[in-house]
């Protein structure tokens, strides 16, 4: 199965220039928890509730005057639609993401989530024998 058949393609964006308050307003009004941050229709970032949370409400700072430029994670890691979502799932564990924009000759198109991978191993019995093979590699 390819990214592109289990990524989500309504994705919630930004510019870079709104604010921390403006981005929570955001994601609490369309009910997510990542908001994509594009300069000029290019991906330049991403923002998740965490990164409010800790670097700008937890650090003291005033969530009306920070932009998300100033605590997004820059240039994040992308995957292309047409790759398989077994490595949307490595480079989740990997690096520790729950959410990879999707993204295909520099044009965002999605967002793939740990969620949208999790759905499709409970019914993919190859899934399921690599998750307990990568457990089993963790007790040695």
Known sequence: MKVADRMTTNIVTLNATATATEAAKKMQSE??????????GSLKGLVTDRQIVT???AAG???A?????EFMTKDPVTISPGKDIHE???IMGDQGYRRIPVVDGGKL??????ADIAEHAMSCKTCV?????????GER
Do not use: F, M
């Open 31 to 40: 009910k997510v928890g990542t908001v994509l941050v594009l300069e000029g």
């Open 55 to 57: 670097k700008v409400v």
């Open 61 to 63: 700072k005033d969530p």
């Open 65 to 69: 005057r920070v932009t998300v430029n």
């Open 88 to 90: 949307a799932g490595r």
């Open 109 to 114: 198109l999605g967002i793939i989530s740990i």
């Open 129 to 137: 024998q690599d998750i307990l093979r990568e457990i089993k590699k």
